[in-house]
């Protein structure tokens, strides 16, 4: 049957058939270092770690992943690290490569039968990033080939075509759908199951964090937890300052992204000539804030979007769209 797997900037989802339906297992995509001073406190860290995920480098250091290397990280009033940034493999992080090996291992392990298909998720080339560390094609190469040491027929499929191909079924596979992820938006326009428009853009949940977190004076990770783990409304003034700022910071994003979806599909020579308004469906992580959804509705209807729209709507799992996309597309 194959499986699906979102490689995301926050988390990476897997998804798999069951005799119960569609089973997802997540793994946050995070580590934290930590070098014992001793051999003593090496082998007493060692039993510390014992039931999170872990592996040990050359040099003794121990590497945290999962969401156990944010709460280590909290403990020690310091910021998780992540070997993805911005949707692809971080140029910032010379051990991304072997983490998210590691994270792929611990994920999706080794298939039942050599060379059974795995669909996973890669982002689309930004328009708003010139960056030269910036590269999707070396990200899709390296998954490609770790997934293909781990025993899989691994194919690579556009973040947001896989949310269409997963929430446009009663739609003829005609509309628009984005993916707000941590490291990027990523967009794809569709026209009866064909993916016509693609790109994304670089401002996401992260960017909120670190706009955030600057404007509070807080760590990033801190800042992140607080927006997951607390209530708030987009657009909307909150007695916690970090709320507050996190509220902010989504209006400016949705502007943002609109703004370039728009200048996107204006000039875009391949775009179909749609007979009638065609639907807009959002999801990812970043997404599920009270109130966006509202917000990006009325931002759409201010008047400088090219395409009449027939609804804004949530994709009906939005943490889970993209992997099920995916699913799909390896059962094809």
């Known amino acids: 049957m194959g499986i699906g797997l979102d490689v ?6 897997k998804a798999e ?10 793994f946050r995509d995070a580590f934290y270092k930590m ?31 999962g969401m156990d290397a944010i709460e280590k990280a909290i403990e020690r009033h310091q910021s998780a690290r992540r070997p993805l940034f911005r949707g692809v493999l971080s140029p910032r992080e010379p051990d991304a490569r072997v983490v998210l090996k590691f994270i792929l291992s611990q994920l999706v392990g080794e298939p039942e039968h050599s060379g059974e298909k795995l669909v996973y998720s890669i982002p689309a080339e930004p328009v708003d990033q010139s960056d030269e560390d910036f590269n999707t094609g070396y990200h899709e190469d390296v998954l490609k080939k770790d997934l293909a040491e781990l025993g899989w027929d691994a194919q690579p499929l556009n973040e947001a075509e896989a949310i269409c191909y997963s929430e446009l079924e009663n739609d003829d596979y005609t509309g628009i759908c984005l993916s ?100 807009v469906v959002v999801s990812g992580g970043t997404s599920r804030a009270a109130g966006f959804v509202e917000a990006f509705e009325r931002r759409l209807s201010q008047g400088d979007f090219p395409l009449e729209v027939k609804e804004v709507r949530h994709a009906k ?10 699913l799909l597309a390896a059962s094809m």
């Open 8 to 13: 995301g900037t926050s988390f990476l989802i």
């Open 180 to 279: 707000f992820g941590a490291g990027m938006v990523n967009a794809c326009v569709m026209s009866s199951g064909e993916a016509v428009v693609k790109f994304s853009t670089t401002r996401s949940g992260d960017w909120i964090d670190r706009m955030a977190a600057q404007s509070t004076g807080q760590p990033d990770s801190v800042v992140q937890v607080e927006k997951e783990n607390s209530e708030f409304a987009v657009g909307k003034e909150n007695q916690n300052p970090i709320l507050s700022a996190v509220s902010a910071y989504y209006v400016r994003l949705v502007d943002y992204t609109v703004r370039h979806l728009a200048a996107r599909l204006s000039k875009s020579s391949d775009l179909p000539k749609f007979t009638s308004a065609i639907p």
């Open 17 to 26: 058939e069951s005799e119960s339906g569609v089973k997802y297992t997540e």
């Open 35 to 65: 070098k014992p001073a001793t051999p003593i406190a090496a082998k007493m860290m060692e039993k510390g770690l014992a039931n999170m995920s872990w592996f040990r480098e050359k040099d003794g250091t121990y590497v945290v992943v």
């Open 317 to 326: 799992d939005p943490l889970r769209a993209v992997a099920r996309g995916c």
